[in-house]
């Protein structure tokens, strides 16, 4: 029990807070403080399992194996070739020809010719980026947190305490004053209803595919491949069916509709539609990311499923997708790997992003106090695996022959000695720009000092999440678009897009930039 005691203690910190004077009581006119404890992010790093790594590795060998025996091939052809002068080289030449009749000399070039297409042919197509659009809500639905309290406490669902607990949210959320919410939920309605959800949806996934369709100046009839993410509201028919309606798209193409996947589901879609793309050559695919904030909003007594009210917000985003060889020049960024992760094996991790009902018979999500280290273990587990992918080859062998150490000679012992410690790999060395899931202030603070990264590194982040909130599953790519709209994006940069939602899921992708992205002229941030 004291062991257990001593590994909790590692994941709280505590904060002494200023109480000002007391006013009524014996202490009255004297000073009053309180001591605030609180979960944190644990030192993942600090304890990585190599199972993780080997399987990063094992993704490495799996795709990089033409890479690995091509230099080689070339070293030793090399070494024969530079040995000889070119009197000697035509002379094996001829001696070798003239050895063999033309017959066998096509056949041998046939093969060759045969196994160089095969070669080609049989590998993976790059998938590029064309472009992107998040979607920004008109200005009428802008709502700052003092209004936000507001509505709260006009609306007549929650108790005096209940508008206490959200107004201490939102005052360490992050968030700032000019997030959007619905129309429903402004003026009070009841926005829980299908009517409700669908008009939001047409809405924000409309808005964001006509910017994308004016950007790209592609027909809907052109997109093969349509995959839509919504993790709360689920019609029938779904929304990729709303979608292929609303624009009259054809017959055949290739529809996807996620539900339930939570805040990570952007990069599971698009993980989806580069599979369909591999499958089907010469198509285009969108993928669509979004969450109905009226359809989720608790209107109940339940402090663990009034988180969610205070920090999702509205927003969607669109990305066009191609495998098509001929838009390699026009192509923004190309995808380079995606690596997802799942601990829903796990009962804690399971439960800890909850959808059901209070006592009250109202419906909300409910959100585990162990959030933060459950969503700790699955980054932990998801950059382990990256690592191998992405870091420089320095910074593998300084981190694995640690870790190796620390697995060999003993990391059990309760002493924590600086030489026992892993390597932190410096992921800086691998990325040029960091999009992190803005689920909120403490979760970004957490992963900017275990990844020590810099103010600027997390900027995206941090400014999407203060002006646009927490707009789950399309957060990655309004902080991609921050990037844009401050023109950082130069050829050949690599982009770090992490996700982590319900489930406990971790995802992250890796992009590629084809050339350097100047201002777009329809940008939310512009």
Known sequence: MQRVMAGEQEFLST????????????????????VRVRRRLPDFLQSVKLKYVKLGYHYLINHGIYLATLPALVVLFGAEVGSLGREEIWDKI???????????????????????????????RPIYLLDFACYKPDDELKVSKHQFIELARSSGKFDESGIEFQEKILRSSGIGDETYIPKALMAGEKCSTMKEGRAEASMMIFGALDELFEKTRLRPKDIGVLVVNCSIFNPTPSLSAMVINHYKMRGNILSFNLGGMGCSAGIIALDLARDMLQANPNNYAVVVSTEMVGYNWYPGKDRSMLIPNCFFRMGCSAVLLSNRRRDFAR?????????????????????????EEDD????????????????????????????????????????FTTLLRKYLFGGGSGTKSQSSKPYIPDYKLAFEHFCM????????????????????????????????GNVSSSSIWYELA?????????????????????????NSAVWKSMRRVRKPLRNPWL
């Not at 844009?484 to 996700?499: F, P, S, T």
């Open 94 to 124: 001829w001696n070798v020809t003239a050895l063999y009749d033309l017959a066998t000399v096509l056949a041998f070039f046939g093969v060759l010719v045969f196994t160089i297409s095969v070669y080609f042919m049989s590998r993976p």
């Open 360 to 399: 009250q018979r109202c419906k909300g999500l409910r959100i585990s106090k162990d959030i933060v280290e459950i969503g700790a273990e699955a980054i932990k587990t998801n950059i382990t695996t990256l690592g191998p992918l992405v870091l420089p080859f320095s910074e593998q062998l300084l981190f």
């Open 482 to 506: 921050y990037l844009e709209a401050n023109e950082r994006v130069r050829r050949g940069d690599r982009i770090w897009q992490l996700a982590y939602g319900s489930g406990f899921k971790c």
């Open 437 to 468: 899931h803005a689920a909120s202030k403490v979760v970004l603070d957490e992963l900017q000092r275990n990844l020590e990264l810099s103010e600027k590194n997390m900027e995206p982040s941090r400014m999407t999440l203060e002006r646009f």
């Open 331 to 355: 192509a923004k960024y190309r995808l380079e790997h995606i690596v997802r992760t799942h601990k829903g094996a796990d009962d804690r991790s399971f439960r800890s992003v909850y959808q």
């Open 15 to 34: 904060e002494i807070v200023n109480r000002g004077i007391e006013a009524l009581g014996p202490d009255a006119g004297s000073m009053t403080f309180s």
